[in-house]
């Protein structure tokens, strides 16, 4: 014979269906808003992840990526000069607008950077290659934005801020947290694009040497360089994720969300592992008129409980893998990654578990008599 828990699990086959239910709901809505703000976090520093870089030369006080003030291009070829660096380049990160073929104008961030470089290089290539960049006027961006930009293939020309683009490549998956898309070209061009002066840069990006200390080299490029400052690609990372997330309280909202769906989620459980529990109460009072012990009572009710959150987690699982799936051609997405899957399968087995002991304290007062009664 199946044991206890599985049969009062699988005999009513409508509570079991309403059960399951109710976790996968809860596992899909920790997972959408959970993955919503994993998926914000990365996004905000994309192009500091995607760098390649080991430092970033800044200007003072500069808070995050997008925010970067213009310095003196004569400061690259000092920080090249100092023992340590093997490669540095300029790039430039700013706003400018994008003319459609209807005349609509739409918001975008070039990125200026040397196609020749390792540091910087527009990533997840589907069309195109960065060498392409070299060409006149060209530009890469993401196909995401393919309908924002009201671009439809490559070849194509439009404007930005009143100069020539002609669009040479497509991306896959990078997203801008401004909804402002990244639009790739060379350092040259962006300049022009974003009206940079031709002895000015934004950010100058350092490749260190093998074997070279990254503070050492930090703190060498801080003292021979005057009125900047020196990040870590992960420092400047975290930066851009801090501002973004919290300070300007998206990220609160997101977070916020999350929390939110995770005590709905909570209760949604609590209430269908409840009402599961209450209907077989006849049957659990027959068990301490029979004799059997309050730890074996409680046994069956966990084990019940964890059963249907293994069940449970599985389906949500599959069900958050085409929301996630779904996500990825729009332009907020859901990640999902390996260990935020792993600790989802420990909180639904936490909830289901922690449902079941509110159940329990139900069960104890139960007088076995009632079992005899009409």
């Not at 930005?160 to 898309?181: K, L, Q, W």
């Not at 084990?303 to 996630?324: E, N, R």
Request: net charge positive; glycine share 6%.
């Amino acid at each position: 014979m199946p044991p206890l828990a599985q049969r009062n699990l699988f005999h009513d086959k409508v509570r079991l269906t309403v059960t399951l239910t109710g976790i996968v709901f809860a596992v899909v809505l920790i997972v959408v808003e959970l993955g919503l703000f994993v998926g914000f976090t990365v996004t905000t520093s994309g192009l500091v992840d995607h760098s390649n870089a080991d430092l970033w030369v800044t200007s003072k006080h500069v808070p995050y990526v997008e925010l970067g003030v213009p310095y003196s291009e004569r400061k690259l070829y000092q920080v090249r000069a100092v023992p340590g660096v093997a490669e540095a380049q300029k790039v430039v990160s700013r706003w400018a607008q994008w003319k459609r073929a209807d005349g609509r104008n739409e918001s975008v961030q070039i990125v200026g950077l040397n196609p020749d470089s390792v540091m910087e290089n527009p990533w997840n290539l589907v069309q195109g290659s960065v060498q392409d960049l070299k060409q006149p006027d060209a530009v890469i961006l993401d196909d995401i934005y393919k309908d924002k930009l009201a671009v439809h293939h490559i070849g194509e020309i439009f404007e930005i801020n009143g100069r020539r683009a002609r669009v040479v490549g497509f991306t896959h998956g990078i997203r801008s947290f401004t909804t402002s898309p990244y639009v790739f070209t060379t350092f040259k061009r962006a300049q022009d694009y974003v009206s940079l002066p031709e002895d000015q840069t934004i950010f100058v990006l350092v490749k260190l040497a093998p074997g070279a200390n990254v503070e050492q080299v930090r703190r060498d490029i801080a003292s021979s360089v005057q009125n900047i400052e020196v990040f870590t690609s992960h420092e400047f990372s975290r930066m851009t994720q801090v501002y973004w997330m919290f300070t300007t309280g998206a990220g609160v909202a997101v977070l916020l969300a999350a929390l939110l769906g995770l005590v709905v989620g909570f209760v949604v459980v609590a209430q269908t592992i409840y009402a599961t529990t209450m209907d077989h109460l006849r049957e659990y009072g027959t068990l301490k008129a029979m004799g059997a012990p309050n730890s074996y009572v409680y046994k069956v009710i966990i084990k019940q409980a964890a059963m249907s959150a293994v069940l449970g987690y599985v389906l949500g699982m599959i069900v958050s893998a085409f929301v996630v799936k779904a996500s990825q051609s729009g332009g907020a997405a859901i990640l999902l990654p390996l260990p935020m899957a792993i600790g989802m399968f420990f909180l639904t087995l936490t909830m289901c578990v922690s449902a079941a002991l509110v159940s329990i304290s139900k069960v104890t007062s139960l007088d076995p008599a009632m079992v005899f009664k009409g």
